[in-house]
């Protein structure tokens, strides 16, 4: 198993494991493609690899086993799922069987998969068992974004946010998946350093909509060009598109801010970030982002899509020029 990038996650988990505390319960979070699973398996290693001093080796029977999931001690609850989605029932029957000492060795990992995506009922149900953790048991958390995570859940797990790859790893980790070179700099400029995402696209001709929209909206609002951002939006054909959009436009705008303020970032979209650092000061980026997250909030209130779409692509054209 390669770990390609993430070097922001990979440095705070080594710094757990050199002063010999890893947390018992880790939230992985990050854009869709960005290899939270891949970080979910590494962690899993740490936490029960034999070699204590060099984990996770990748070699032992521990870390084999994690990496072809075949792991007794390893568990998935979203995968026990009816219809791979939480229920509160089966939920607190997988809570209770965490009870019971772990089968093969000392430690228990539960990796829950889409925690933004769960209930609060289901959220709630998780509090006691996340907070009075029995010796042998461990939890990693998955989740695309940190928002829809109730505040009571954030604030019982340490957050880590999973960073893209840089140019130079970007492009290792296609050519180690057999992609031709000369397709890698284009999957670059358009998926930033999201890995899976350029594989998916690449391999399976699946492509992120939302994604690829709101690098479009991105690189539209760098290079002024308004007809490309409404273009842009239009091709979202639901409000949980323009609302998965935005939400990584607000995310390019914080990093951009971040850059403009002199702080380095960790973001997946680093062409789009570098374009609108050109393009415009600290203050319209700030307000950019106040306006991505406006809009974000009004998602789900605003009836129609294609009206709604357009309302965003001409409220961030006016408010980049308001400068
Ligand atoms: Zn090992």
Do not use: W
């Amino acid at each position: 198993m390669e770990l390609y990038g993430k070097k922001h996650a990979l440095s705070l988990l080594n710094g757990f494991r050199s002063s010999g505390r890893i947390p018992h319960a880790l939230l992985f979070f990050g854009a869709k493609g960005i290899g939270k699973h891949t970080l979910a398996d590494h962690t899993a290693m740490m936490y029960l690899c034999e070699n204590r001093d060099a984990a996770p080796c990748m070699r032992c029977s521990q870390c084999r086993r994690i990496e072809q999931h075949i792991h007794p001690d390893v568990v998935y609850p979203l995968s026990f799922m009816e219809n791979r989605a939480y229920h509160v029932g089966e939920l607190r029957d997988f809570i209770t069987s965490c009870y019971i000492k772990p089968n093969d060795g000392d430690i228990r990992v539960c990796i829950f998969e889409e925690l933004d995506e769960m209930s609060v009922t289901c959220q709630n149900s998780l509090l006691k068992f996340i907070e009075e953790p029995l010796d042998f048991n461990r939890y990693i958390f998955i989740a695309d974004k940190k928002s829809p995570i109730l505040q009571t859940v954030l604030s019982r797990v340490v957050a880590v946010e999973v960073d893209g790859a840089d140019e130079d790893e970007f492009s290792r980790a296609l050519t180690d998946n057999c992609i031709e070179r000369s397709h890698i700099p284009e999957l670059y400029e358009r998926f930033g350093g999201n890995i899976g995402a350029a594989l998916g696209f690449e391999q399976c001709g699946e492509e992120i909509p939302y994604l690829t929209a709101a690098i479009k909206a991105a690189d539209a609002l760098s290079s002024k060009k308004e007809l490309d951002c409404l273009n842009a939006f239009l091709a979202l054909k639901t409000r949980g598109e323009i609302f998965e959009a935005l939400g990584i436009l607000s995310d390019i705008f914080a990093q951009t801010s971040a850059v403009k303020a002199g702080r380095s970032t960790c973001g997946a979209y680093r062409k789009q970030t570098e374009r609108l650092a050109a393009a415009y000061s600290l203050k319209t980026m700030t307000r950019l982002y106040g306006e991505a997250a406006r809009l974000y909030g009004m998602s789900f209130t605003n009836p129609n899509v294609k009206l709604f779409a357009a309302e965003c692509s001409s409220s961030l054209f006016s408010t980049a020029e308001k400068a």
